[in-house]
């Protein structure tokens, strides 16, 4: 899912900034919440496309295991 270029925000100082008011989390908020309502907030068609992504998707679980005990 590629992100929507925009212009850079300034910053705020700390003294501006109030810890409930973080601007990267409104956002990922605001993007769930988009993707929740672009499947009438539906877990079972969440969980559905979800595992449609995975399958189509050309990142793939590792097959590593742990180590041994010496």
Do not use: C, F
């Not at 993007?31 to 998707?57: C, F, M, P, T, W």
């Not at 097959?63 to 005990?69: E, H, V």
């Amino acid at each position: 899912m590629a992100t929507p270029k925009r212009p850079s925000v300034r910053r705020r100082s700390l003294s501006e900034q109030k810890p409930w008011e973080d601007e990267v989390l409104q956002e990922v908020y605001a993007v769930r919440d988009s993707y929740a309502a672009e499947h009438g907030y539906n877990l079972d068609q969440i969980y559905a496309d979800l595992k449609r992504r995975e399958a189509s998707s050309d990142l793939r679980w590792s097959d590593s295991r742990p180590l041994a005990k010496a």
